[in-house]
């Protein structure tokens, strides 16, 4: 399960304080994919980073079991003065891989990305395509209960994002997704259940074709 309790989350900007959430409170019944739409600003991107660890709120928190990835090909936080390999050992150390463990994630992301000698290449010679490769691979060659999917597979060339979405399916039943899109089909495709967010409230549904439709009206 995910719980949200009494969570406020805010930003200051130019005008002031902006909040985003306020003593926003939610939860999700556990082995659910699940959809998180919304119409554009209206919190779903820090959600998104409120759930997977990446920002944290101002108060409230976040009650879980479950390790949540962060956003699958997100990759602003690789250092561009080293290579891809070496980015890869860094987060592998920070997870807590050494020995074989290690090893066999550096393997699967040089495999899976694709990226040749590029690998051993400093990550700031790659193009935006190679860095994508890159991010999918690292985000992908570790185990999580729910991988965090923003609208990511729409990066790279066919080839890419046919390969990333059977990876996708291949892991279903293993684990779980949260899926930040504006596709309603990928939604019908991939989802159990709908969270929509609007005017800073989040609105559970266990139907997905209600959720969809009280979205489409919005």
Known sequence: MIELQNLTKSYVTTRGRKYIFRELSFSVPPDKNIALIGRNGAGKSTLMRL?????????????????????????????????????????????????DALNSVLKYVEDFAELGEYFDQPVNTY??????????????????????????????????????????????GKANLILVTHGMAQ????????????????????DVEEGIAVYLKL
């Open 187 to 206: 939604v019908r495709k991939m989802c159990d259940i709908v969270l929509l967010l609007n005017n800073g409230e989040v609105k559970v549904f266990d």
């Open 51 to 99: 759930l997977c660890g990446t920002d944290i709120p101002d108060s409230g928190k976040i009650v879980t079991d479950k390790r949540i990835s962060w956003p699958v090909g997100l990759g602003g936080g690789y250092q561009g003065s080293l290579t891809g390999r070496q980015n890869a050992k860094f987060v592998c150390r920070t997870l807590g891989a050494e020995g």
């Open 127 to 172: 193009s935006s395509g190679m860095r994508a490769r890159l991010a999918f691979g690292m985000s992908l060659a570790f185990d999580f209960d729910y991988y965090m999917v923003d609208e990511a597979m729409s990066v790279g060339d066919a080839h890419f994002r046919e390969k990333a979405e059977a990876e996708f399916k291949r892991r279903v």
